[in-house]
């Protein structure tokens, strides 16, 4: 198997590449639809021999799907069932698996901070987007439809529900963190440390602004 992060010192944003190297199946997860800065990925494709079947996109914002489509030809894009412009890619819901070459992946719904989050869950690792940030409080967006209570529940529920080993991957770093573990956010993330669902809103609504860093909170 090919694993690959990056990181786009711009925006902090993470993205990754992931293929089964015996097939030379690839899918990309949240890829820059920037034409510039998606030639690394274009090039590292082409030099490994990888075919790009799919973009997992966790959320969207806007007209991004029309982006990938004219960037990445001939890939799929998978977005949630509310995603924006989702009649260009493929929607899917909780618990859908996905495959490429010998490889799958499982999709679990993660709605908060949009409507359409969704995170994936690869082997012993999870790619969560802006469902929840390393260490802070997932980031915060001005659309209508940024929930915190939905947010709350997507992350205690489901994320981590995971077994306590499994990797985090975010959709932005934390001051340099780029992975973390189910278990270290379970039992060090102050924003959902013995926090109840109300107490959670409440401080939520309080960072409106903040930069997915968590403050001292006692």
């Given amino acids: 198997m090919y694993f690959r992060q990056f ?3 711009t925006s902090a944003a993470m ?28 090039a590292l494709l082409a030099e490994r021999g990888f075919s790009l079947a799919l973009i997992l996109l966790t959320h969207t914002h806007g007209g991004v799907a029309d982006d990938f489509l ?12 509310q995603g924006l412009r989702a009649s260009v890619g493929q929607q899917v819901r909780h618990g859908e698996v996905l495959g490429f070459g010998n490889e799958v992946i499982q999709v679990i719904a993660t709605p908060g901070h949009t409507a359409d ?14 469902a929840l940030a390393l260490g802070g409080c997932p980031l915060q967006t001005d659309d209508d439809d940024c929930d915190p209570r939905s947010i709350y529940d997507s992350v205690v529920d489901r994320l981590f529900a995971l077994p306590a080993e499994t990797l985090v991957f975010p959709g932005h770093d934390a001051q340099g963190r ?13 924003f959902f440390l013995a926090r109840s669902r109300d107490a959670f809103v409440t401080a939520f609504r309080g960072t409106r602004g903040a930069t ?4 001292a909170w006692q």
Avoid at 72 to 81: K, L, M, Q, R, S
Avoid at 120 to 125: A, F, M, S, T, V
Avoid at 178 to 190: A, L, M, Y
Avoid at 212 to 215: E, L, N
């Fill in 7 to 9: 990181h786009d010192t």
């Fill in 117 to 130: 989050s969704l995170s994936y869950l690869w082997r012993d690792r999870l790619f969560c987007g802006d």
């Fill in 178 to 190: 780029t992975v973390s573990t189910i278990g270290e956010e379970r039992s060090r993330n102050p």
């Fill in 15 to 42: 993205s990754y590449l992931i293929a089964d190297s015996s097939t030379g199946v690839a899918v990309a997860i949240d890829p820059t639809p920037d034409p510039c800065q998606g030639l690394v990925l274009k």
């Fill in 212 to 215: 997915g860093v968590a403050p």
């Fill in 70 to 81: 004219a960037h990445y030809p001939g890939a799929g894009i998978v977005v949630g069932p």
